[in-house]
């Protein structure tokens, strides 16, 4: 198979199996390494095609929005509190679509997480654990923005009124 239908080949299966990819199983499934995967997938964004790499692998963003109500939610919290911030989310029904940080330098910082059931959030939090890395909140003192997608906007108001209870939602 040449680089080009693979790459076809690999935009085909992400499109169709509509969830997250890890780039190791398409590896397997592809006979390379994940570092041809990699390269293959930065070719595919390099051409416009939107894929987005989150803790669970690689996926179309038309593929993971489900519909439903979106809203953009501040928050503001310890590392400590940063596993119960997102339990608090997927408990109610909620996915944690991404997060953004704003660096004084740099500006914003956004990473797709596609987080959206209690599995997800013990995955990612064990995984920055293990790799011993600080959350994106980390560079803005706590300070973070969560697009969060649910069934209907009334889940949205639950998760929100559980956040602010907490102490997590940032309020002026």
Partial sequence: MSSEDRRRAILEYITKIKQPVKGSKLA???GVSRQ?????IALLRARGQEIIA????????????RGGSRRVIA?????????????????????IIDV????????????DL???SPYDVMNFVEEMEKKGV????????GVHLHTVEAQDSSILDKIEEALKEKGYLLET
Wanted: net charge negative.
């Fill in 54 to 65: 989150t803790p669970q692998g690689y996926m179309i963003p038309s593929v993971a929005n």
């Fill in 36 to 40: 041809v995967i990699v390269q293959d």
């Fill in 75 to 95: 928050c503001k919290h310890s590392y400590e509190d940063m596993k119960d911030e997102l339990m608090t989310i997927v408990n109610f029904g909620g996915t």
């Fill in 134 to 141: 600080k959350p994106l909140s980390y560079l803005s003192e």
């Fill in 100 to 111: 953004r940080v704003e660096h004084e330098v740099y500006g914003e910082f956004k990473a």
């Fill in 114 to 116: 596609m987080i959206s």
């Fill in 28 to 30: 397997q499934i592809f």
